[in-house]
């Protein structure tokens, strides 16, 4: 009999949940394809890894860009192998609980439920991302009390009141760390004539790069491609200056929590400065953003325990208790 699977299918990282036996693996949304007869050569780390390395024929892909699906074939054959390393086959198949963005249109949805089906699923479910990162954070949603969670993803970032098992308000930002990254990416060219890759971009956010101003601000050694004479060039640049790269994406997060507290309903905002806010995904790794946050909204801001898994785990425990949650899920 197949275990029931629960798949966070982010832009930047996908994470897998079986049930009984935890997350099975969390690795990047990527494949690589070669380009002339379309057959997958890797995915996951061992895809990342290539990105930027390849000879012309063999393709880095992202199948979802800003939480929706951008390729619907590469989608469903990432999913299609994301099933086969779960242990599924022709026997064995499982009920799938997928994590989508909630700014997803309808039509979105349907390509996901469709990839999923056509990948192997024997039914697919949908659940919201903030609710199953609220679920995953442990607030009590199903009480009469305003849980407010920021998750910021990969592709979109998403700010939700939840009270009573449902969301009260919500607001969704395609914007999040990959925005970040590309940002970095940009004023590196700008100020220094110097291309970068996304991945260079990625590991300066995340050695360096702050949302608020370090008790002891930072260096780090940076290479790329000096774009006036092609060669490659080595420069020293501050945490500061990253800190200014990324000012604008950053500024997006932080404006949609704030307009998602002001179109919420009084009596659960008075929760939310008593309780304070939940901070969850990858992109809620950022240092300082969660200082920036709370003296921005006036209000606490706590980084849940396991950041990049809230999402996963959240849908994991609607798997174990499927029945008393479904009213939870997205009707398909």
């Known amino acids: 009999m197949a275990r029931d699977l629960a798949i966070d299918l982010g832009t930047a990282n996908t994470l897998v949940y079986q049930r009984q036996r935890g997350i099975l693996f969390s690795e990047p949304t990527v494949l690589a394809l070669n380009k002339e007869t379309g057959a997958v050569l890797a995915m996951g780390e061992e895809a990342w890894q290539m990105i930027g390395r390849t000879p012309g024929y063999i393709v880095a892909v992202r199948p979802l860009r800003s939480g929706a699906i951008s390729d619907f074939d590469v989608t469903e054959k990432l999913i299609r192998l994301i099933l086969q390393r779960s242990g599924v086959n022709r026997l064995s198949r499982p009920k799938v609980l997928v994590c989508v963005p909630s700014a997803l249109t309808e039509v979105e949805r349907r390509a996901v439920e469709e990839a999923t089906l056509s990948a192997g699923a024997r039914s697919c479910y949908l659940i919201e991302e903030p609710l199953a990162a609220a679920i995953g954070a442990g607030l009590p949603i199903h009480e009469p009390v305003g849980n407010l969670i920021v998750d910021v993803g990969g592709g979109t970032s998403e700010v ?103 179109a919420s309903p009084p009596d659960l905002v008075q929760d939310v400065l008593t309780n304070g806010i939940t901070l969850a995904g990858g992109g809620g790794m950022l240092s300082g953003l969660d200082m920036l946050l709370s003296q921005q909204a006036e209000v606490p801001v706590h980084v849940t325990k396991q950041p990049l898994e809230a999402v996963v785990l959240g849908a994991g425990k609607c798997l174990d208790a499927f029945d008393s949650l479904k009213s939870m899920f997205l009707a398909g």
Not at 208 to 237: C, H, M, V, Y
């Open 160 to 262: 939700a009141l939840i009270s009573m098992g449902g969301i009260v308000t919500n607001t969704a930002v395609r914007i999040g760390g990959f925005d970040i990254d590309a940002a970095i990416q940009n004023w590196v060219r700008r100020e220094y004539t110097i291309a970068i890759g996304e991945r260079t971009a990625e590991r300066m956010k995340i050695s360096i790069g702050s949302a608020f101003p370090l008790a002891e601000e930072k260096k780090a050694e940076l290479r790329g491609r000096d774009l006036g004479t092609g060669l490659p060039k080595n420069i020293l640049i501050t945490s500061e200056e990253i800190r200014e790269a990324i000012n604008e994406p950053v500024k997006a997060i932080v404006t949609a929590v704030i307009e998602c507290i002001g």
